[in-house]
């Protein structure tokens, strides 16, 4: 069974840090490029970063640009997202999201497989 | 503010069809493929739709897609109860060298 597993989440201070992870299973991890996609009651769900199956191209999306950084290690299955300078806007529930097999060019882009998501909350 | 744009709502009967649209722009629609998403209440997201108009393996053909230049549309007909979600449409935008998604519709089943 496909399975991906977050971790990391919780109650931080404004300018804190975190490190969420996500570990997965059922499903050869180095052959799929990985999203993190988070989700407020307000905003919907918004995309935040993408990186390649082997680290070699990474995105984010711009209000997280130079604050988050995307990671992963394929030797354990595992996806991180070290989260600094978090801001109260920051509070949402982020998901570790795995991108379809056609994922990374030609226009192919769908998000097959999500994790159950880790809580973060930003408050003082 | 959503990149891709999806009314809030839609209301039907069970048993009725419903329609939900997702409008862009050609940097994302119009230059590529277009997935749709099931959020249940109180789970994640599920992808229903992939490459504009296609189902994974164990969603039934009630739900279909489709894409028309920097537009596409989610169809569910037959609606059950059960179909009552949140629905989102998502892509990938080359000029922001993002991934975006639409708003998000909520279904309600009457």
């Known amino acids: 069974e496909v399975q991906l597993v977050e971790s990391g989440g919780g109650l931080v201070q404004p300018g804190g840090s975190l490190r969420l992870s996500c570990v997965v299973s059922?499903?050869?991890?180095?052959?799929?490029?990985m999203n993190w996609v988070r989700q407020t009651p307000g905003r919907g769900l918004e995309w935040l970063s993408y990186?390649?199956?082997?680290?070699?191209?990474?995105y984010y999306e711009d209000s997280v640009k130079g604050r988050f950084t995307i990671s992963r290690d394929n030797a354990k299955n595992s996806l991180y997202l070290q989260m600094n300078s978090l801001r109260a806007e920051d509070t949402a529930l982020y998901y570790c999201?795995?991108?379809?097999?056609?994922?990374?060019?030609?226009?192919?882009?769908?998000?097959?497989?999500w994790g159950q998501g880790t809580a973060v909350t930003v408050s003082s | 503010q959503s990149v891709l744009t999806q009314s809030p709502s839609v209301f039907a009967a069970p048993g009725q069809k419903v329609s939900i649209s997702c409008s862009g722009r050609d940097s994302n629609i119009g230059n590529n493929y277009v997935a749709w998403y099931q959020q249940l209440p109180g789970t994640a997201p599920k992808l229903l739709i992939y490459d504009n108009d296609k189902r994974p393996s164990g969603i039934p053909d009630r739900f279909s897609g489709s894409k028309s230049g920097t537009s596409a549309t989610l169809g569910i007909t037959g609606l059950q109860t059960g179909d009552e979600a949140d629905y989102y449409c998502g892509t990938w935008d080359d000029y922001l060298a993002a991934g975006v998604f639409g708003g998000g519709t909520k279904v309600t089943v009457l």
């Open positions: 059922g499903f050869t991890f180095s052959h799929f490029s």
């Open positions: 990186i390649g199956s082997r680290s070699d191209v990474i």
């Open positions: 999201v795995r991108c379809g097999v056609k994922c990374g060019g030609g226009g192919y882009y769908d998000l097959d497989v």
